[in-house]
Antibody
């Protein structure tokens, strides 16, 4: 059973870069079946798609965040990462990493990690 | 800008049936949007219930079902139970499946 685990700083200063990593265990990150991605949820609010990355490195970002988002995948360490630049308080959220397949299925979710943007 | 619409809240009696919907601010939802549905209890990660309109995710009981009703996607819960009381989100795939948009969620009350 594949498991996903987010890691990264819980507090980021305004205008800085938010960086998170998701460790994949129990399955291959190099599988051509899956996309790896990030979804966030501000406190008390709904879910927001950030983007997905394929093992080959192809990326698919939310157009509203595209100018600030970079995702990468490291098949050697079985991890994928999110970088979000120029953060503001509105980027405060629980960030979930996830695994998806074509056809609209997110079949695995990480437990989520809260990132607060504050000075 | 694509906006996915959901009822903010809904209530159902224990044992009853409820249908939650997922629409688009412009246009109709179709199977090509691969509608999916997620259940979330407070403090927990979402749980995937339905994908590709009407396919139940592994382990999801058959009292949860998905469909297209008119111009919207729909999630029907039959025989509602107390622990069905939580938030439900839908998501639609746009742009050929590379861009997902989530609805604002429906808070379901069972009483």
């Amino acid at each position: 059973q594949v498991q996903l685990q987010e890691s990264g700083p819980g507090l980021v200063k305004p205008s800085a870069t938010l960086s998170l990593t998701c460790a994949v265990s129990g399955g291959s990150i190099s599988s051509s079946t899956y996309f790896w991605g990030w979804i966030r949820q501000p406190p008390g609010k709904g879910l927001e798609y950030i983007g997905f990355i394929y093992y080959s490195g192809n990326t698919y970002y939310n157009p509203s965040l595209k100018s600030r988002v970079t995702m990468s995948v490291d098949t050697s360490t079985h991890q994928f990462s999110l970088s979000l630049t120029s953060v503001t308080a509105s980027d405060t959220a629980v960030y979930y990493c996830a695994r998806a397949v074509a056809g609209g299925l997110i079949d695995q979710w990480g437990q989520g990690t809260l990132v607060t943007v504050s000075s | 800008q694509t906006v996915v619409t959901q009822e903010p809240s809904f209530s159902v009696s224990p044992g009853g049936t409820v249908t939650l919907t997922c629409g688009l601010n412009s246009g109709s939802v179709s199977t090509s949007n691969y509608p999916s549905w997620y259940q979330q209890t407070p403090g927990q990660a979402p749980r995937t219930l339905i994908y590709s309109t009407n396919t139940r995710s592994s382990g999801v009981p058959d009292r949860f079902s998905g469909s297209i009703l008119g111009n919207k996607a729909a999630l029907t819960i039959t025989g509602a139970q107390a622990d069905d009381e939580c938030d439900y989100y839908c998501a639609l795939c746009m742009g050929g499946g590379t861009h997902w948009v989530f609805g604002g969620g429906t808070k379901l009350t069972v009483l």
